[in-house]
C-alpha cells in the first residue's frame, strides 16, 4: 500500500516512540488522544487521516493491548476534547471502533 503522506524522519521517530516497550501507557494514550485531536481539526482528506491514525494506534499497539489504548484514549478524548464539535469527537469514537 502507497501512503498519501509523506513518512518524514519525525513522523518515524514520533512511530517509534510510541512502539517503545518502555514508554508509559496513559502518558502516550495522552500524546496519540492530542494529535488525534489535530487530525481531526485539520483540512486532511477522510482516507489519509484515518490511514495516518492507524499508524500511530498501531506503533503503540506494539507493546500494548489494543482494548486498553481505546480505553484510555477514549477516555481523554472526552475529558479533554470538550472543545471540539460533537461530530469531531462522534468521528474519532467510529475511528477507534474501525481500528
Known sequence: MEEQFQMTPRLKRFLLFLESPTIELASACFVV???LRRLFLEPIPPNM???LAFFILDAL???HPKLEIQ???RTLIRQQL???L???IVAIENLLNRW
Request: aromatic share 0%.
Open 71 to 73: 480505553r484510555h484514549v
Open 49 to 51: 487521516r484515518e490511514t
Open 86 to 88: 460533537s461530530i469531531q
Open 61 to 63: 499497539a506494539t507493546s
Open 33 to 35: 488522544a492530542g494529535v
Open 82 to 84: 470538550l472543545s471540539m
